[in-house]
């Protein structure tokens, strides 16, 4: 059995029931699942891997990402597509995404990964919709286990094209037969249900304006036979709205409970222009949202209505959205842009604090992915914690509160993250991957696919 003791933390956030913070803390964990929280004096002195923080470090729960598209990486800031709304935005980048490889899959999600670890995200989703070549989604499952952050791949589809009325070229979408075929492959392939797990399978199929109707509900019924959860986009700015009306006769939300998908089991992206009936179902039914801030504001998509959500109890996390459409992948940031858009939609400035934000953060985004075993520091939880210096520059004059510093100052990178009790970020610096060399990797293959070569 191998330990780990963090100690001499300076605020730790554990995000329990009480929402308490320690000061002059130590985490004690072994067999990668926290044994202990407390005053440093009061926990074990010795460990196989001890971390002296100094007194100098707030420690918090891993942040959760519960929105991405990773292979994104590879197309951002796209001149073509710089200044588009959502489905402009597509149009322009259909082509392009038409010649993804297996090895761009590979490297775009380490790219990611290494961004969304540097940034204090412990857990991370991808909506992973794009088959074209050899893709699978066996590449992305495998990047994320080499580089080590907890993943949740969801395999998503698109089976509706142009031709059928659809807004993808026909030659991106897949056979609706292979579709299922391929869920029911990966999901008995890679899903784990056990706690703790590093690797988990959803079922995703991409919008109501990509698939049909029956894919929708075809794939509710075997994520639901598997225990699976199951993702989509839904009402991510006005044009997805009037698509549901003119195809469905229904708006978003009303769509979405005809399909079969609303539930603790699902969970939409972006969910910005969600009707007031909706949100009040949605809130009854324990259906969740991933909030995607920097990437609604990119398109042009509008401010979703957060704390209204969270107001009638819809379960809400953050999502960073994809590379080529925030194209940011930094989930503090992520925070912060989510604490000043409620404020600014509401017209208070109270209507969002930081520590309300980054709860949203780390509980929330446990919640919206099923998961009661991370998200907070505490017996019994996974050892899955970030810490941040606040012997830094940015967070100078503002010792008196660092933890909202978190969010009103500035955090370029955490100092530390553990994942599953594994040393991931150390001093700033990722241990799983050569970030230059992936870098150099990433510049190569995003050249040749966006110039076609």
């Not at 990773?70 to 010649?99: D, G, H, M």
């Not at 996974?382 to 100078?396: G, K, W």
């Not at 994942?419 to 050569?434: A, P, S």
Request: glycine share 8%.
């Amino acid at each position: 059995m191998s330990t780990l003791l963090v100690r001499n933390i300076h605020t730790l956030v554990t995000m329990n029931a009480q929402r308490e913070e320690l000061r002059n803390a130590a985490i004690f964990v072994r067999d990668r699942v926290i044994e202990k929280v407390g005053p440093t004096s009061e926990l074990p002195a010795v460990a196989d891997e001890v971390l002296d923080l100094h007194d100098r470090h707030v420690v918090l729960p891993g942040l959760v990402n519960t929105h991405h598209h990773f292979y994104q990486t590879l197309t951002r800031a796209v001149p073509a597509a710089q200044n588009c709304s959502l489905f402009e935005w597509l149009k322009t980048l259909y082509p392009i995404w038409s010649r993804l490889t297996a090895e761009g899959v590979y490297v775009s999600t380490q790219m990611c990964a290494a961004e969304l670890m540097l940034s204090g995200c412990t857990t991370s989703s991808d909506h992973l919709y794009l088959f074209p070549n050899d893709v699978t989604l066996d590449e992305e499952i495998r990047a994320a286990r080499d580089i080590g952050i907890r993943f949740h791949a969801c395999r998503g589809s698109m089976s509706v094209g142009e031709s059928l009325g659809g807004l993808p070229p026909d030659r991106l979408v897949e056979n609706e037969e292979h579709i299922l075929r391929d869920s029911r492959r990966v999901i008995e392939q890679f899903h784990d249900s056990a706690p703790y797990a590093m690797a988990r399978v959803a079922l995703a199929p991409c919008s109501p304006f990509s698939v049909s109707p029956a894919l929708m509900r075809e794939s509710a019924a075997l994520a639901r036979s598997y225990g699976v959860r199951l993702h989509t986009h839904l009402a991510e700015n006005q044009s997805d709205v009037e698509y549901s009306l003119a195809q469905f006769g229904l708006e978003p939300g009303a769509y979405a409970e005809a399909a079969g998908w609303v539930g603790p089991d699902v969970w939409h992206a972006h969910c910005v222009r969600l009707s007031d009936s909706a949100i009040s179902l949605f809130g009854q039914t324990g259906t969740g949202v991933a909030h995607c801030p920097c990437s609604n504001l990119r398109l042009a998509s509008g401010l979703a209505p957060v704390r209204k959500m969270r107001a009638a109890g819809v379960p809400v996390g953050l999502g960073a959205d994809g590379a080529a459409s925030n194209d940011a992948t930094h989930l503090l940031g992520e925070a912060r842009q989510a604490m000043l858009i409620a404020r600014v939609l509401d017209s208070d400035a109270a209507a969002m604090t930081a520590r309300e934000a980054l709860e949203i953060a780390t509980l929330g985004g446990a919640r919206v992915l099923g998961r009661d075993d991370i998200g907070r520091i505490e017996p019994g939880a996974a050892a899955d914690f970030i810490t941040v210096d606040i012997d830094r520059p940015s967070f100078a004059g503002a010792q008196h509160d660092p933890v909202a510093a978190l969010l009103l100052c500035h955090v370029d990178w955490v100092d530390y993250s553990f994942i599953n009790g594994r040393r991931i970020v150390d001093q700033g610096r990722l241990t799983t991957v050569e970030l230059p060399a992936l870098v150099r990797r990433v510049n190569r293959l995003s050249a040749a696919m966006v110039n076609g070569m």
